[in-house]
């Protein structure tokens, strides 16, 4: 076969068709990919979003690991919201159900004013977001109530308090699922966990 009769050939039409549609897709690709591309940080600030309820601005607070790490959990990540001044942390409490190793991740929105000498000061819990869970299988049982419970003592919490999941406690910072106790005991270490990085080491120990 002369390389004009191959140009007539249908081996040679299908193979141009073959390569027309390629070219055709990749473009098409490219530009979809340039109209539906989301970058890292507007991925971060749509889940920031649902968690806080509103698009804000945030600025990371870098922590050590010695800054972390606490009794009974573990900070992932801080943030400072820019645009009311609020905190809000990513914490995993410990304690939970499966030997009491297993955990709880939470969202902690942490509100606060400033203090005369300008540092923040906590006046209460305004937003906990469920996140994850290792080893728990009762997290069905922790309805919207539950985390709105944190939200309601801030009294209490702006007085130095912190939240326990005892069995038959009245106090009134008490936050425990019957039948669910130890899941219980890990969500308020996540809380816990919040209230003491803002206050040990986000506002220098002033609340």
């Not at 009134?172 to 816990?192: E, F, R």
Request: aromatic fraction near 10%; charged fraction near 15%; hydrophobic fraction near 40%.
């Amino acid at each position: 076969m002369t390389v004009k009769e191959f140009f007539k050939s249908n081996a040679f039409k299908s193979l141009a068709v073959l390569i027309a549609i390629v070219l055709v897709a990749g473009v098409l690709l490219a530009i979809c990919n340039d109209i539906f591309f989301v970058s890292d940080e507007e991925r971060f600030a749509r889940s920031i979003a649902k968690i806080y309820g509103a698009e804000v601005e945030t600025q990371e607070i870098e922590l050590t690991d010695a800054q972390k790490t606490y009794n009974n959990g573990q900070v992932e990540e801080a943030y400072l919201v820019l645009d009311d001044g609020n905190y809000l942390l990513h914490t995993t409490g410990y304690g939970g159900y499966s030997g009491g190793s297993g955990t709880v991740t939470l969202w902690v929105v942490i509100g606060c004013d400033a203090s005369e000498d300008g540092s923040p000061q906590l006046t209460g819990i305004e937003k906990v977001v469920y996140d994850s869970n290792d080893g728990q299988t009762l997290m069905s049982n922790f309805n919207t109530k539950y985390y709105e419970y944190f939200t309601s003592q801030n009294e209490a919490i702006a007085s130095g308090g912190y939240f326990t999941a005892i069995k038959g406690s009245s106090d009134p910072l008490n936050n425990i699922v019957a039948g669910a106790s130890q899941t219980s005991n890990a969500m308020v270490n996540a809380v816990n966990t919040a209230l003491a990085c803002f206050r040990t080491v986000i506002s220098g120990g002033q609340s």
